[in-house]
């Protein structure tokens, strides 16, 4: 369905921004640490998940919200 289509698109460009965050953060070999840890970004970030989510948020807004 159309809704179905949407729905996927979105999740799509939602990961794409969490990729985007993380490599701008932390490098392309943040990556292979996360596969190898499970995909425990805590332990990359050296942070609660909360957090990392609220500084995705804040990347994703400076990005694509407030640029000229």
């Given amino acids: 369905s159309a809704a179905s289509d949407v729905y996927k698109r ?3 460009e939602v990961g794409y ?3 985007e965050y993380i490599e701008s953060t932390w490098g392309k070999a943040a990556f292979i640490t ?3 840890s499970n995909g425990d ?3 990359l970030a ?4 909360a957090e990392v989510m609220l ?12 640029a000229k």
């Fill in 10 to 12: 979105q999740i799509y």
């Fill in 17 to 19: 921004t969490i990729g």
């Fill in 34 to 36: 996360l596969v190898n």
């Fill in 41 to 43: 970004i805590e332990s």
């Fill in 46 to 49: 050296g942070k609660p998940l």
């Fill in 55 to 66: 500084d995705w948020k804040a990347f994703v807004h400076g990005k694509y919200f407030d």
